[in-house]
Structures are given as C-alpha cells and as structure tokens.
C-alpha cells in the first residue's frame, strides 16, 4: 500500500464529487435536511420527542446517505471502466479503496459538523454532553457507511441493484438499534442479533453523549470509546472485505 497513490485517488475523487454538484449537495446537507425534517414534525409538540429521537437519529442519517452515496459511485466507476483503468496501472485494490475512504471519510467529516451544529444550534437539541463528541461520533458512523457502501457495491451489477441493498443491510439495523424499543427490552433472539449490528453500537454511543452530563461524562467514557472502537473495527472489516473483493468491472 503506497500513500502517495492513495492520496492520488482520493484527490481525482474529491475532483469528481467537487463538479458534481447534486451529489455534493445529498453528502453534505441531507443529514441536516432530515434533522430540520423531523424538528418541524415534532414542532407542536408539547413532549420532548424531538430530543429524545434525534441523538439515535444523529447516528443513522450519516450513516445512511454515506452508504447509498459510496456503494452507488463505486460502482458507476466500475461499470463505467474507470476502476479498471486504474487497477492497470501501479495501483493496489487496497490503494483504491483507502483513497475513496479517504475522500468519503473527509465528506463525512464535514456532513456530521453541519448536522450537528444545525441540530444544536438553529434547532435547540438538548446535549448533556459535549457538542465535540457528538461530532465525533456521527462522523465515525458516517465512516462505517461508506465502508460497508464500498464492500456492498461489489456485489451489484447496476446502481438499481445496490440501491437495493438499502432494505437488507440497512432497515434491519435501523429496527434493531434501539431507536423504537431499548435493545434491553427486546426478545431474547432480537437482543443477541443487534448485538452483532454496528449501527447498535453507534446509537449506543451517540445516547451516551447526548444523555450524559459533562461532569459524570468520566463514568461513561471508557463504554463510549468501547462503542466506538467497534464500529470502527466493523467498519475496517468493511474496507479490507471491500478490497479483497473488489473486481475490475460489472460482468
């Protein structure tokens, strides 16, 4: 793995998303219109549903663009023949997907920052703890579905059918994070399959920020980095898996 072709391809694909103005715009502020989305739901309400909805939501929105995003484009370049024009020349499949982490990891950088401080800031999310971790957080949840998007997108022949990879790999998590229900509370079977889920963790984590004071944060830290350091392990496992079944083109 060389860091100069790396950071080759993550530039050409940062070049991309740049003149791709539609694309640039579902990364960078869909999270954020889906937050506005749901405060303007909960507008009249009396209750605290907003707040008590959008931690969990903070963690999934991310998550869900950047996964439809990446799997989508990874594989418009396969079947447009650009990844094999790359992979001909003095280019590792690790190389590639290292360099289209890396500019999706920067675009899921700066879609978690404008999330959040539109959540706290312009639409009153109530945060017990640091505003920095929420950050943090969304954006490592962003990673995992970029991730998860690059390995997934080998598997697809066209774009309708990574799309359709949405209701398997996706709703599932989402149904079993806890958003709904506790995972605590969940039957027995349930409870050990979201056990295996990221996006579990991620939502557990994003909870713990959200609902815990900065002074008792100290008691929580260790479970919220615990959290974390899975998710990022998923969404390493997602990267290798990616390279190690990356093809050239869509047969």
Known sequence: MSPRITLAVARRVLAQLRHDHRTLALLLFMPAFFMALLWWMFEESTGPEFDRFAPA??????????????????????????????????????????????????????????????????????????????????????????????????????????????????TPQVLLCGLFVPREELPSVLREISDLLPLSYAVDAITLVSTTTSEALGGVDADIWADLAVVLGFALAGLVLGAATLRRRTA
């Open 57 to 170: 939501l903070l963690a999934i929105f991310p998550f869900f663009v950047m996964f439809l995003v990446t799997s989508v484009t990874t594989l418009r370049e396969r079947s447009s023949g650009t990844l094999e024009r790359l992979l001909a020349m003095p280019t590792g499949r690790l190389d590639l997907l290292s360099g289209y982490a890396l500019a999706f990891g920067l675009m899921a950088a700066l879609q978690s920052v404008i999330a959040v401080t539109t959540s706290v800031y312009l639409l009153d999310l109530d945060v017990a703890g640091p505003v920095w971790m929420l950050v943090v957080v969304a954006v490592v949840d962003a990673v995992l579905g970029s991730s998860l998007g690059l390995f997934l997108s080998a598997f697809a022949r066209t774009e309708f059918q990574a799309v359709q990879f949405m209701p398997a790999v996706v």
